[in-house]
């Protein structure tokens, strides 16, 4: 996705994914994509720690699989996890059967009832299976674009003063491609977003 908040259009297509929370309560919900890797997830940790915040991790389980003690820190230090599938396949380019074997494997590592789909895209009979599973799908109200070669850590954290809103979803990822950005972006966001009063939730 290229765009920071998603259309209505997308939200019609997957009705009963949360795409936001509640627009009435002064909270936000941060995640992380695509870890747990050593280059990128400790810093991260670190750095909730600093602020005193709690996020949610949505992992793929190859990388769980890899680097257990990193997911063990995560749920040590009372983060929550959710399911990015086992090597963060895309649903377009898979049979529906494949795809849900896939989140079955990195369910064996994760188990959690969250589930978000790599790229925020899937089949309709995917959701819809995946719903009766008795998985929660989480999207995102902005996506903060960290992994994008166009924007640097600046832009990313302009995304954040700009979109962010009551009940937000804010999507950031553990990845080699946004670590860099995010040694000045995470902690400049957490200390705006404090400073506005925000409370930080994560999903049951």
């Known amino acids: 996705m290229i765009i920071e908040q998603p259309s209505k259009w997308l939200r019609w297509i997957y009705p009963n994914a949360l795409w ?14 695509d870890g747990p890797i050593p280059e990128a997830t400790p810093f991260i940790l670190d750095t909730l720690k600093e602020f005193g915040v709690k996020a949610t991790f949505f992992m793929v389980g190859e990388n769980v699989k890899r680097h257990p003690e990193l997911y063990k820190r995560i749920i040590d230090e009372g983060h929550k996890v959710g399911n990015h599938t086992y090597n963060h396949m895309g649903c377009m380019k898979h049979l529906v059967r494949t795809y849900l074997q896939n989140i079955d494997k990195a369910d064996e590592l994760i188990h959690s009832n969250l589930f978000r789909p790599p790229h925020g895209w899937m089949w309709t009979t995917s959701y819809r299976r995946i719903m009766r599973k008795g998985y929660k799908i989480v999207m995102w109200d902005l996506v903060t674009r960290d992994y994008s070669h166009n924007l640097n850590a600046f832009d990313i954290v302009r995304n954040i003063v700009l979109y962010t809103r009551n009940g937000s979803i804010i999507t950031f990822h553990d990845s080699l491609k946004s670590i860099e950005k995010l040694q000045y972006a995470l902690p400049a966001s957490l200390r705006y977003l404090k400073e506005k009063g925000y409370e930080f939730k994560t999903f049951e």
């Open 20 to 33: 936001r929370m509640n627009p009435d309560e002064h909270a936000i919900y941060l995640t992380f994509d």
